[in-house]
């Protein structure tokens, strides 16, 4: 079973402390620091209050059920989870198996004026699945019942999957019969295919597959006014595409019960290869030339030269990074030194060219190779540094996350800037944080910045939620003056919506509002989220 106040299943089985070395590190930054007590799950139990819905054969008033929907994976969230100060629970969960149970329990919200939030793997970071604290009855609608691959067409490449799938069974289900679907966001193993599509979600190995709009290609929605069937096309220039109404409109126009997306078959190799250049300048000119070249990668991540130092520090065995040090150095990549990391996908022979190709265009660029081992570490643990984040917890930090993408032409900018802005946010009360940042899911036209922090936890959780908000502002406004998107893969929920109208526009955020109303004329659909 999931973890009701973490990341990961009960078991703790992934979980990971923080080494000695690791923490000394951390120490010496920022300083030591002290963890905060936790509540117990009975202790949370006992803060449910009653259900303002009576019970129904269509839904669970469970009070344990209403507090393992509550609260997503935001760093509030986690708070929240950790204090057993919840704030607002859901009145119901209801677990539906089919389209026609979703399309049941619309209609019972509809007749008796109760909002839904519609609940993939409940693994949003920015309160999409929270509900409001003041209005109608909340009804929490879990898709996870929904979780198998209902047909593939071999021929045309399209699968069909129940909404609630989480990443292993949509990959598991398509290995079987020889495809994949090759989305890896981090949150892969508890995230479901139809939170991805309602939340425009990115994998690790975009580069290869494509993000989730490009992999949507149709299915179901059941909404309040309906069900719509979004039908299968290659290509189409029959006016606005009805998906694009869907993708990203984090559960406000319905709930997508079926989701069809373009698969193809497992490819022959795969590995993951680091390098390192000599500077952060350089890499970014050789990281956009490789790009630009439509070199055929699957992934890359560029690490700045804190986070390549963070990463080496934390990596483990002090010896073999010294080792691999001298060896840099004696290669003339030292000090300034950033680590790219990346992916090559596919046939042999597409392997072999594009690990060529990437590798000339390094080395031009001073590029040094680093071996097989750090390539396949990052393997190994793509899907465990959510895992870290309780290592840190009880050491005492909180650690965070703030991204968007922006044009090449304001990539060296931006992340210098926002980096900047949150290593500084929490000066007027004297606490050091520490941030670093790294480019992944580049593009021909501009690159996502992404930037972890690192802070300690205050006296009290309030302390602690106070410094999140200024770190969470310093990061967003940065953003907002770089001219970035306030969010490249992590969706605006209830932490962004404030940004959103300064990209979309007066109109742009009307023109959202319109099409809420026509599913949706009562906003009982996930309301407080998306729009500002
Ligand atoms: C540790 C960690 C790492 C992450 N890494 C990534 C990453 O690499 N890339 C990335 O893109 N994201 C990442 N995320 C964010 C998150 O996993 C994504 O936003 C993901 O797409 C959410 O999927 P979910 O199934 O958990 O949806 P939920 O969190 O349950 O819901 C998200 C939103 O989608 C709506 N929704 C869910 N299912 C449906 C449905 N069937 N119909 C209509 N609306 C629905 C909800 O109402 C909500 O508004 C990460 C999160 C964590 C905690």
């Not at 539906?96 to 019972?108: N, Y």
């Not at 997508?256 to 350089?282: G, M, Y």
């Not at 990391?341 to 046939?347: A, D, E, I, Q, R």
Request: charged residues 20%; aromatic residues 8%.
């Amino acid at each position: 079973m999931k973890r009701w106040n973490g990341w990961g299943d009960e078991s703790n089985e992934l979980d990971y402390e923080l080494s000695s070395a690791a923490l000394g590190f951390l120490e010496g930054l920022i300083g030591k620091s002290a963890p905060l007590a936790d509540a117990s799950l009975k202790q949370v139990l006992a803060t449910v209050p009653q259900s303002r819905l009576p019970g129904h054969a269509l839904y669970s008033v469970d009070a344990e059920d209403r507090m393992r929907h509550a609260r997503g994976q935001s760093l509030p969230d986690w708070l929240a989870l950790r204090s057993g100060e919840f704030g607002v629970f859901p009145d119901a969960v209801a677990f539906p198996e089919t389209s026609e149970e979703v399309r049941d329990l619309l209609h019972h919200a509809r007749e008796n004026q109760i909002d839904v939030i519609p609940y993939g793997g409940g693994t949003s970071v920015v309160g999409h699945i929270n509900p409001e604290e003041k209005g109608r009855p909340v009804l929490t609608i879990d898709m996870t019942g929904m979780k198998q691959l209902m047909s593939l067409d071999k021929a045309s490449q399209i699968a069909t999957f129940g909404a609630g799938t989480i990443g292993p069974d949509v990959e598991s289900q398509l290995a079987a019969e020889g495809y994949t679907l090759g989305h890896y966001p981090q949150s892969w193993e508890l995230s479901t295919i139809g939170g991805w599509v309602a939340s425009r979600s990115s994998g690790q190995q975009s580069m290869r597959y494509g993000r989730i709009e490009q992999m949507f290609a149709g299915g179901r929605i059941e909404t309040l006014e309906g069900t719509l069937d979004i039908p299968t096309f290659p290509a189409s220039s029959a006016g606005p595409d009805i998906r694009e109404f869907f993708l990203g409109t984090e559960g406000r126009l319905g709930i997508i019960t079926e989701v069809k997306v373009r698969v193809t078959p497992l490819p022959a190799q795969e590995a993951f290869h680091v390098l390192f250049f000599p500077s952060w300048e350089v890499a970014l000119v050789a990281v956009r030339e490789i790009v630009q070249n439509k070199m055929q990668l699957s992934m890359m991540r560029l690490s700045n030269q804190l986070e390549t130092f963070t990463q080496l520090k934390l990596a483990g065995s002090a010896r073999i990074i010294g080792l691999l040090e001298s060896y840099l150095k004696m290669r003339g990549v030292a000090g300034e030194k950033v680590m790219f990391t990346f992916g090559v996908t596919g046939s042999k022979g597409q392997c072999a060219a594009a690990l060529r190709l990437t590798r000339e265009i390094a080395k031009r660029h001073g590029g040094v190779g680093a071996g097989a081992a750090l390539g396949k570490k990052w393997e190994h643990s793509r899907f465990r540094s959510p895992y870290l984040r309780h290592g840190l917890w009880d050491a005492g930090y909180a650690v965070d996350t703030m991204e968007t993408a922006v044009d090449w032409v304001r990539v060296a900018d931006a992340a210098a800037g926002i980096q900047s802005d949150i290593t500084h946010a929490l000066e007027d009360e004297g606490e050091p944080v520490h941030a670093f940042t790294h480019l992944s899911h580049m593009y021909g036209q501009g690159s996502s910045v992404y930037t972890t922090y690192i802070f300690r936890c205050g006296s009290s959780y309030e302390e602690t939620l106070e410094r999140w908000k200024k770190l969470k502002a310093a990061g967003a406004e940065a953003i907002v003056r770089f001219g970035g998107t306030i969010s490249h893969q992590h969706g605006v929920g209830k932490d962004h919506a404030q940004y959103l109208p300064s990209e979309k526009g007066e109109l742009g955020i009307k023109a959202i509002q319109g099409l809420v109303k026509v599913f949706d004329a009562q906003q009982q659909m996930n309301p407080g989220k998306l729009l500002p």
